[in-house]
């Protein structure tokens, strides 16, 4: 079993690219998420202890789908540099994407293209990007910026702030931070590569702390299975191992996953893979005919 974080900087994006990315994401929340926030905020702080803190993540998102169907000249507010500018970023994330899966499936003795295989459906894979800005919480004791969760999909590439830090991986048991570093980008693992994996990778949970100082840019992007696809561990890894029954992960569609996963994100994973083998289909025999 691998629990897999990693940070890397020679990923091959070019790092005027990123600069540019990151410049017109802040202009952007300063022209068009700001005020909003502001407001959210001194509503919230205001309320105070009439607040559930364990209902609220202290952020301001804004979300792009690139796949199947891209969505990015639907956003309002966005002008066209900025389009662009992730237009062209998505492209590059993709590509690395598609070449990480196929390290992993080097590193689990699959063959090539099989984890980009396991998450075609009909359309494709999905493929979207979380724009976040964690901006300063005078209480952080009281709000997380995100409360701890397990990503639900299958590789996540983040490009993180190089100032503000917050970011925090669960690794047994203690919180550890994953410091910024100009120009890299954080890679994670999300639900349905553990269970195409059986396990050999684990998502990992992790959570984002509010800070009092600076504001966080958190520009995350899912690489992700299409709605349709039937999601279940590689047989040759079972096989290979001798995994015993009780230890196989389920199989379902994914958009059954996610439907589950929207109401149970900041709860622990493991019940929500159990929940989903107990409704993996019993394939009955065919009736015998009687006259
Ligand atoms: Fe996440």
């Known amino acids: ?39 959210f905020a001194s509503k919230t702080l205001e309320e105070g202890t009439k607040i559930d803190a ?13 796949l199947p169907v891209s969505n990015l000249y639907e956003i309002p507010d966005l002008n066209d540099d900025y389009r662009n500018t992730m237009k062209e970023f998505a492209t590059e994330l993709e590509k690395l994407a598609e070449l990480l899966l196929d390290l992993l499936c080097e590193n689990l003795g699959l ?13 494709g894979p999905t493929f979207g990007t979380k724009v976040s800005n964690y901006p ?26 190089d100032r503000v830090s917050g970011l925090q991986l669960l690794k047994d048991g203690q919180w550890v931070d994953v410091p910024p570093m100009r120009h890299s980008i954080v890679i994670n693992i999300g639900d349905q590569l553990e269970v195409i994996t059986n396990g050999k990778y684990k998502s990992v949970v992790h959570r984002v702390v509010s800070q009092t100082d600076g504001n966080r840019m958190s520009i995350a992007s899912f690489y ?27 199989k379902f569609v994914f958009e059954d996953y996610m439907k589950l996963y929207i109401r149970q994100k900041f709860q622990e994973k493991e019940p929500r893979f159990v929940a989903m083998k107990a409704m993996e289909t019993i394939t009955l025999p065919a009736p015998i005919a009687t006259s």
């Open 1 to 39: 079993m691998e629990v897999l974080k990693m940070l890397i900087l020679n990923h091959g994006i070019s790092y005027e690219l990123m600069d540019k990315v990151e410049r017109c994401t802040k202009d952007h929340y300063r022209k068009c998420m700001e005020q909003k926030f502001t407001e």
């Open 54 to 66: 364990n209902d609220l993540d202290w952020e301001s998102t804004f979300f792009l789908r690139h």
């Open 111 to 123: 063959e090539k293209g099989y984890l980009k295989k396991a998450f075609c459906g009909a359309k």
């Open 136 to 161: 300063p919480c005078p209480h952080p004791e009281l709000f997380k910026g995100l409360r701890a969760h397990t990503d639900a999909g299958g590789l996540i590439l983040l490009f993180q702030d």
């Open 224 to 250: 992700n299975p299409g709605s349709d696809a039937v999601i279940f561990p590689a047989p040759t890894l079972i096989e290979k191992e001798e995994v015993e029954q009780s230890e196989v992960y389920p």
